[in-house]
């Protein structure tokens, strides 16, 4: 009994066998952003079609966006200083 124990014990820790998935996500592994251990990090599945048209426009979309939010920002910080125009 003390060796199935060591046994079970022993195969409690020993690494999962992970089998390789190919998903249209795989289009964009190598894009701009995508680090390891996640890789290309899309919770919401917006480009799970892989349509690389869309996902150009979706960062496109994400800079612009992302530029206005920085310039309100910006005018906030000189309004709350004082500074009006």
Not at 24 to 53: R, T, Y
């Amino acid at each position: 009994t003390i060796l199935a124990s060591l046994i079970a014990a022993s195969a409690a820790f020993a690494p999962a066998q992970q089998s390789a998935k190919t998903t249209s996500l795989n289009a964009f592994e190598d894009a701009l952003g995508s680090q390891p251990p996640l890789g290309f990090f899309d919770p919401l599945g917006l480009v799970a079609d892989g349509d690389e048209e869309k996902f150009d426009r979706l960062r496109y979309v994400e800079i612009k966006h992302g530029r206005i939010c920085q310039l309100a920002f910006l005018g906030n910080i000189i309004t709350r200083a004082g500074v009006h125009l």
